[in-house]
């Protein structure tokens, strides 16, 4: 493996670990539902250039692209179906703020 | 000397994650989610993963943007007063994330240790190989997934149309 891979996987890693921060960040501080699944997709962006800059480092993208698109496959999944409930959360609370969702409290 | 557009694309990657986060307005959230997938397919393009980048590029700043747009259409308009008050209200909780994220990245940066050997790399294949005879398990995972996904959307729709 040559050191300018090395140094890029090294570059990307950074990026990743910065990118994951962001989005828990959002996550953890916001208590809208629409910025909460923003947040999941930043961190399948993250997760995706981690697969494909270590495919790119160790020469072997062609497994790394079959995993990155089953990775955006399952963000499209995971996406579609929390809309749809964010969707009907909304008709329901007629509000997006996960405050105002009491009814599963114990 | 190659790899720093990519350093420079992956700059921009961050920044429109920020955006996307920080936004006041959920559409400009949206939007900014967009071009950081937009930013993240030039970038796998580079790191030689082409298909992986047109899928990114036509799901994820395509289909992902319309549902969020969709989603947020659907719900109410808020009026110039409510936005005004809850920019004071966001940009106090979020003014630490930019700085908190670059020095994560300075931290990172200097403080840790390049790694000095990694396992040998298998023999290149070709992707479609890879993806239609050695990866038939993911494929029949994302078979189910899609037609999980379109099922369970007709569901909820249909629950909210009823109502």
């Known amino acids: ?106 | 000397m190659t790899w720093s557009i990519d350093i420079v694309l992956m700059m921009i990657l961050a920044v429109a994650a920020l955006w996307a986060v920080m936004a006041t307005r959920l559409i400009h959230a949206a939007l900014g989610l967009a071009f950081a997938s937009v930013v993240l397919a030039v970038v796998m393009f580079r790191l030689g993963s082409p298909y992986a980048a047109v899928i990114e590029l036509s799901v994820c700043a395509g289909l992902i943007t319309a549902i969020f747009i969709s989603v947020i259409s659907l719900a109410k308009h808020e009026s110039v007063a409510e936005i005004e008050a809850r920019m004071k209200r966001r940009w106090k909780k979020y003014a630490p994330l930019p700085v908190a994220a670059a020095i994560l990245g300075i931290v990172l940066a200097t403080l840790a240790r390049h790694p000095r050997s990694m396992p040998q790399p298998l023999a290149e294949a070709d992707v479609r190989r890879v993806f239609w005879h050695f990866r038939q398990v993911d494929l029949l995972g994302q078979i189910i997934l899609v037609l999980v996904g379109a099922f369970g959307i007709v569901v909820l729709f249909k629950s909210w149309r009823k109502k």
């Open chain 1, 1 to 106: 493996m040559s050191a300018v891979s090395l140094d890029l996987l090294w570059t990307a890693g950074i990026f990743v670990v910065m990118l994951l921060f962001i989005g828990f960040y959002c996550i953890l501080a916001t208590r809208n539902l629409i910025r909460i699944l923003i947040g999941l997709e930043v961190l399948a962006k993250a997760i995706t250039l981690g697969v494909v800059a270590v495919g790119y480092a160790t020469r072997n993208t062609a497994l790394a692209q079959s995993l990155a698109i089953t990775i955006i496959i399952v963000e499209v999944f995971v996406v579609a179906i929390a809309a749809g409930i964010v969707i009907n959360i909304y008709r329901h609370h007629d509000s997006l703020s996960t405050d105002n969702i009491e009814k599963l409290k114990g």
